[in-house]
Structures are given as C-alpha cells and as structure tokens.
C-alpha cells in the first residue's frame, strides 16, 4: 500500500518563525489530508487537499499539493507554543477511503 | 456531540487473555476503523467499516476481529493477547469529505 513519508522528521524552532515540513507519496491519490497530534492525544484533522488543487489555506495553514512530483508540504506561519505537536500527511487513493498514514513529523515550538 | 468515544483508555494484559476495545460514534458516520501507532511506524490500519454489517481487513489484522452491528459501534477484539500487540489504539470515524475523526486512543500493554 502506498504510504506517505514527512521530511524533515524533527523541526525545533522559535515561536514567531516558519515551520514548513513536505510529504512524499508513490502511486495516484484522490486527497491528501494532513493532521496534528499532541502528545498523548488522538490524532485531529487539519485540512483535506483534492488531487485537483494545488494550494489550499486554513487560518496560518498553508498546503500545497504537487501531484507531478508526489508530494506536498504543509506550511505553519508565525508558529505559537501550541502547534508544538507531531503532524502526519495522509493519502487517499480511493476505493474504500483506506488512509495510507506517514511516520510523522515531531514539530517542538520554543517560547 | 461526543464524537469518538474509545474505552478503556488504559490496559494491561497478560499474554494469553482477550479483550474487547470499545469504540463509538454519534456522528452518524458509515465509515470507522481501527488504527495501531507504533514509535516510528505512523499508523497502521487494522480493520475498517464502510458500514452496519460490513468489515474488511487493513494492513494489520491478524491477531484482531471486528465486529459493526450498529452504526455507531465498532469493538475491536485481541482474541489471545501477544506482546507484539503492546501499542496505542485509535478508532476514527470518516466525515462526508474523507477527513477522519479519531477517537482519544486505548493504550495497551501485554506482558
């Protein structure tokens, strides 16, 4: 099954700066979904990316898809203590809506 | 709405016993699955549910059944529990857009 893979694996930044972490997938997808997960908690959707799109915003979310290269990165502006989390891309190749989930990604804000 | 509920949160196996992990949905979603997170693996899907009735395996399965007689829920079942199966367990539902809601997760440890 196909799968997603995040890079970089691990993103130690400042509060204030940029955080921006890719995905890279291998076979034809329908969506690709990105999600958050703080620790110890279940994983929370973020923003759902269709095979036709190419960027797509959600308040300091930015996603961007490019289905020639397989892959998209998820851009996190003026980053908060808060966004300090793990975040998974995930892809949807269709049939069953079965999601093929990536490693993770460890994103650490510091205050 | 509560969303994805999942019962226990905790548990602690001895090899050998069985148990039933608790999962349900007021939601109202047709799709649910179970999901596996291990240290640097992602998420593995086990079983999943595209509706009352009907169940089909994922990635993982053997060691688990699952069962749908109502929408709303979705046990999962450790037949003969195995240290290999120590791990943290997410039920998700899928929304009308593909973006899954998950469960807070059960944490399971087999001795």
């Known amino acids: 099954s196909q799968q997603g893979e995040e890079d970089p694996q691990a993103l130690s930044i400042q509060e204030g700066e940029n955080a921006t972490m890719n995905c890279s997938y291998k076979?034809?997808?329908?969506?690709l979904q990105w999600y958050r997960q703080n620790s110890g908690r279940g994983l929370v959707h973020l923003i759902l990316i269709r095979s036709n799109e190419r960027e797509k915003h959600s308040g300091r979310l930015r996603v961007t898809l490019d289905t020639s290269k397989k892959s998209s990165s998820l851009l996190i502006t003026a980053s908060r203590a808060a966004d300090t989390a793990s975040y998974f891309c995930?892809?949807?190749?269709?049939?069953?809506?079965?999601?093929?989930f990536g490693k993770g990604n460890q994103v650490v804000v510091i205050p | 709405n509560a969303g994805v509920t999942q019962t226990p949160k905790f548990q602690v196996l001895k090899t050998g016993q069985s148990m039933t992990l608790q999962c349900a949905q007021d939601m109202n979603h047709e799709y649910m699955s179970w999901y596996r997170q291990d240290p640097g693996m992602g998420l593995r899907l086990i079983h999943y549910s595209v509706g009352a009735g009907i169940t089909d395996q994922g990635e993982v399965p053997n060691g688990y059944n699952v069962s749908r007689s109502t929408t709303e829920d979705f046990p999962l079942r450790l037949l003969s529990a195995a240290p290999s199966q120590t791990s943290v367990y997410f039920c998700a539902s899928r929304g009308t857009k593909g973006e899954q809601y998950f469960g807070p997760g059960t944490r399971l440890t087999v001795t």
């Open positions: 995930a892809t949807d190749a269709g049939g069953n809506n079965r999601l093929a």
């Open positions: 076979t034809s997808i329908n969506n």
